[in-house]
């Protein structure tokens, strides 16, 4: 069964990089049928999708977070990571990562499983 | 790339219908089948209900439907069930490879 978990710190400081690494088990991140996404909550907020990459590393970002967000992907660790610079406290939310379909008919560019979520708060 | 529109409630007794709409534009919705209904419980992960704007994934009951009209899709909810109460998130594929979410709708059911 494919299961995806979100690490990394609960707690960024003001101006640094955040990071978050999601790793994936039950399958191999390197299927042609799938990329993989980051998708955040604000508290309280809606979603709002940050970026996605395929396995073979080709990332595509939302252009308002363009200029801050970096994705990487290690197929060797089965694991895709999140970075996100110059974080203020705007970017405090719950932090998604999750499978997206890559291929039509089946859900194209819908996330059909998500990692349970993890908070990062933005604070000094 | 601004956010589709969403209402941000609605409400419906047990064994109704309800209908959630989600408005976008022709860069988004209007131009491609690639819409995507989420539901949300509090405190959970967001689970897809809908794909390819009428599609059902294995497991979602069939009480959930899905179709567009335009540059607005709607998500149809048939025999409402206290269950079903819960944040709805529509998303749409908005081309360059970028994907777009709604603001979200809470659904009580009364």
């Known amino acids: 069964q494919l299961q995806l978990q979100e690490s990394g710190p609960g707690l960024v400081k003001p101006s640094e990089t955040l990071s978050l690494t999601c790793t994936v088990s039950g399958a191999s991140i390197s299927s042609s049928s799938y990329y993989w996404g980051w998708i955040r909550q604000p508290p309280g907020k809606g979603l709002e999708w940050i970026g996605s990459i395929y396995y073979s590393g080709s990332a595509y970002y939302n252009p308002s977070l363009n200029s801050r967000v970096t994705i990487s992907v290690d197929t060797s660790k089965n694991q895709f990571s999140l970075w996100l610079s110059s974080v203020t406290a705007a970017d405090t939310a719950v932090y998604y990562c999750a499978r997206q379909v890559a291929v039509a008919g089946t859900g194209l560019w819908a996330f059909d499983i998500w990692g349970q979520g993890t908070m990062v708060t933005v604070s000094s | 790339q601004s956010a589709l529109t969403q209402p941000a409630s609605v409400s419906g007794s047990p064994g109704q219908s309800i209908t959630i709409s989600c408005t976008g534009t022709s860069s988004d919705v209007g131009s491609y089948n690639l819409v995507s209904w989420y539901q949300q419980h509090p405190g959970k992960a967001p689970k897809l209900m809908i794909y390819?704007?009428?599609k059902r994934p294995s497991g979602v009951s069939n009480r959930f439907s899905g179709s567009k009209s335009g540059n607005t899709a709607s998500l149809t909810i048939s025999g409402l069930q206290a269950e079903d109460e819960a944040d709805y998130y529509c998303?749409?594929?908005?081309?360059?490879?970028?994907?777009?979410f709604g603001g979200g709708t809470k659904l009580t059911v009364l």
């Open positions: 390819e704007v009428t």
């Open positions: 998303s749409s594929y908005a081309g360059s490879t970028t994907v777009v």
